[in-house]
């Protein structure tokens, strides 16, 4: 072989060499660069591995939450629904009956006790029991320590299964109770006996939370409302009893007044209307008597005889007309009096009762006048009855008003009725004596009293004409100023 074809060779198998170490080289930090990528594709892998542990974790923590929470609405609403009923019933009896064993069951417990302190029988009075036999409750309620379940009903604390501290309280509530998981919350009325609400389960799946403690700690406190409520109204209901009673009674007494009041005031005006007839009698004969003397029939009569006849003449004219008022006030009280009810024409009335009283106005310069409005409507009325009223408030007027005063009469229509005004201008009456001028031989103690003779009766007489009518009278007045009297008399329709 030629030399340069050594070289050649030698040249192309180191060419060769260097390739393939290159390619070596290459390689390697090929597998090198693999290598890392497993590496760090493991690391991934393990990664993911604890992602997806911790996801499943995750699931199972919010499905526990989510139970939870459903049973935590369930409960809620089991007890917006029962406090809703235990609220609303106002009778202490039912409230407990209000706590069905199917809506304690929603809240997660089976069985329920409601025990209240009584202070008179000093022991705890069982108000409700779900799920214990009888038997069961009789050992329990014996069993209760009452030094214990006072002082949790004092402290107002709700206790439970999950919660409790003290070992001994523990212990000894579930020697008494034997259940599993238990709440156990005070029920605070106001007044009244308190008490405490026990609810338990034996479920293994109950794992009892806060948020029961919450739950059974508002159910307690809605049953203390509830109780509360009842014990108000109770209240409240034998009060209104007791007080229905005595309107009863009260109403009762007044109709007897009343009655009372009636058969006396008929005794009165029988009385009256008795002693009136008997006095009329005598009266008459008197006046009589006197008429024949006065007429000198028996004989001439010396001058002070016959001053002391006309006296009695006189006298006995009073007699009379006082003793014909007393009986009108009488018979129209007991309803004697037939009232002649017919339309009337006030207007005529008032101008005939004006023509009556104007020699008496004229001879103290009273100015009189009428305010009536040409539409006057027709009133239904006794005409003479209501000419007597007309003449005696008016005689009164003119009597009881100066000279140079004024008497206005004037009438309106006013809601069904007439009213009707006699106004004057004279001296009043005192405002303590007006409740009293309508009663019987009332008379206002005045000056003019003292000189005008009157019997107290024609106020009296008017008013019970008035009311006769079904009409009402009323007066106002002011001392030195005047005095008005206003009545009322029904229109005709
Ligand atoms: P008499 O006029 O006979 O006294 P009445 O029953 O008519 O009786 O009146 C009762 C009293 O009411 C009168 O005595 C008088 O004191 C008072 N009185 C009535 N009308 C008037 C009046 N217009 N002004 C002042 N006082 C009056």
Same mark, same amino acid.
């Given at each position: 072989m030629a030399y340069y074809e050594i070289v050649i060779l030698g040249f192309v198998s180191l060419v060769f060499n260097v390739l393939l170490t290159l390619y070596v080289l290459i390689k390697i930090s090929r597998i090198k660069e693999l290598t890392k990528l497993v590496h760090n594709l493991n690391r991934s892998l393990e990664e993911m591995d604890e992602q997806a542990k911790l996801i499943v974790r995750t699931d199972i923590e919010l499905n526990k939450a989510q139970t939870e929470l459903d049973k935590k609405i369930a409960g809620l609403y089991t007890l917006q629904m029962l406090s809703r009923a235990i609220t609303t019933t106002l009778e202490e009896t039912k409230i407990f009956n209000m706590l069905e064993p199917k809506r304690l069951e929603e809240m997660g417990f089976e069985k329920a006790l409601a025990f209240l302190w009584s202070e008179q029988e000093k022991k705890f009075v069982l108000s409700l029991n779900i799920g214990f036999e009888p038997a069961t409750t009789q050992t329990i309620l014996s069993r209760l320590d009452i030094d214990i379940f006072l002082r949790l009903i004092e402290e107002g604390k709700t206790i439970s299964s999950f919660s409790i501290e003290e070992e001994a309280l523990k212990e000894s509530i579930d020697n008494i109770f034997g259940m599993k998981s238990y709440v156990i919350a005070p029920i605070l009325p106001k007044h009244g006996n308190k008490g405490l609400l026990f609810v338990g389960t034996d479920s293994p799946d109950m794992v009892l939370t806060e948020g029961d403690e919450e739950l059974i700690t508002i159910l307690a406190n809605q049953l203390g409302q509830a109780l509360e409520n009842a014990r108000l109204f109770e209240q409240t209901w034998r009060a209104q009893q007791e007080l229905e009673e005595k309107v009863k009674q009260r109403t009762a007494e007044l109709a007897s007044a009343l009655e009372q009041i009636k058969i006396i005031s008929k005794r009165k005006s029988d009385f009256i209307s008795a002693v009136s007839h008997e006095l009329r009698t005598p009266l008459t004969s008197i006046k009589g008597f006197a008429a024949i003397l006065l007429a000198e029939k028996l004989g001439a009569l010396p001058p002070a005889v016959k001053e002391r006849l006309e006296k009695i003449n006189r006298h006995s004219d009073e007699l009379v007309r006082m003793v014909n008022d007393l009986l009108d006030i009488a018979r129209i009280e007991s309803g004697k009096t037939v009232m002649k009810i017919e339309p009337q024409d006030l207007k005529s009335i008032i101008a005939t009762v004006s023509d009556l009283i104007a020699v008496q106005c004229k001879n103290k310069n009273i100015e009189l006048t009428q305010v009536v409005p040409q539409d006057l409507p027709l009133v239904l009325a006794d005409k003479s009855q209501i000419e007597r009223v007309f003449i005696n408030l008016l005689g009164n007027a003119v009597k009881f008003t100066p000279q140079n005063g004024r008497i206005t009469i004037s009438a309106r229509g006013k809601n069904g009725f007439v009213e009707v005004e006699v106004a004057d201008t004279g001296i009043g009456i005192p405002e303590e004596s007006l409740p009293s001028?309508? !009663? !019987?031989f009332y008379r206002v103690d005045n000056e003019i009293n003292q000189q005008v003779k009157g019997s107290g009766l024609g106020l009296s007489l008017v008013k019970n004409i008035v009311e006769a009518h079904k009409g009402r009278i009323s007066a106002k007045s002011k001392l030195n100023e005047g005095s008005t009297f206003s009545f009322t008399l029904p229109i005709a329709k």
């Open positions: 001028i309508f !009663e !019987e």
